[in-house]
C-alpha cells in the first residue's frame, strides 16, 4: 500500500504544535490562533509581562531546488506579514527555525515585487556551487537558541 500524502493543513497544524511544545519546554506560555490572518500563535514571555506574535510556516521535507537541483529547505512568507517573529518548522525531523521578521526578510533569497518572500538553505550534504547558505549556516536560529536569547534579555 502507498504511503498516503500527508495533508497541507495537518503539516501546518503539527508545525504550530511543534513550535508550542519547544516554546513551553522553556516555559513560554503561548495560544494557537482561530483565524488565519498572518498570526498563528501568540507567546506570552515571562519576566516581560509582553506578548509577542509569530507566523509558523511548516514543510514536510526538503525538495529540490527548481524541482530538480540539489536539495533545499524552504519557506515562502509575505513581507507584510503582521506577526514579530516567523518560525520555520521540519515537520519530519521535529525541527525548528525562528526568526524576527525584518532578519527573515534580510535573509530571504527571493523577493519578488509580490513581497511573498522565500527563505531557503540548502541541505548540509547537497552539492553546489558557490557560497549559498546551508542549514549549519542556521545554527543560531535554531529556535533553542533563540528561545535563549530571548530570556537571557538578547532576543
Keep these: 500500500m502507498a504511503e498516503a500524502k500527508v495533508r497541507t493543513q495537518i503539516i501546518g497544524a503539527a508545525g504550530e504544535v511543534l513550535v508550542q511544545y519547544k516554546l513551553l519546554k522553556h516555559s513560554i506560555d503561548s ?3 482561530t483565524t488565519d490572518d498572518g ?3 501568540v507567546m506570552y514571555l515571562p519576566g516581560t509581562r509582553r506578548a509577542s506574535t509569530i507566523q509558523v510556516k511548516a514543510q514536510w521535507d526538503a525538495r529540490p531546488a527548481g524541482g530538480k537541483g540539489a536539495l533545499t529547505r524552504g519557506w515562502t512568507f509575505d513581507e507584510k506579514c ?3 517573529w516567523l518560525a520555520c518548522v521540519d515537520v519530519s525531523r ?3 527555525w525562528m526568526f524576527r521578521l525584518e532578519k527573515a526578510c534580510e535573509l530571504a533569497q527571493e523577493k519578488p515585487a509580490s513581497g511573498k518572500r522565500k527563505l531557503y538553505w540548502y541541505t548540509d550534504g547537497a552539492e553546489v556551487k ?3 547558505l546551508r542549514e549549519a549556516n542556521m545554527a543560531d536560529y535554531r529556535i533553542e537558541s533563540v528561545i535563549t536569547q530571548i530570556l537571557d534579555g538578547r532576543g
Excluded: K
Aim: aromatic share 0%.
Design 130 to 132: 558557490g557560497n549559498p
Design 94 to 96: 521535529d525541527l525548528a
Design 31 to 33: 495560544a494557537r490562533m
Design 82 to 84: 503582521p506577526a514579530e
Design 39 to 41: 498570526i498563528d500563535l
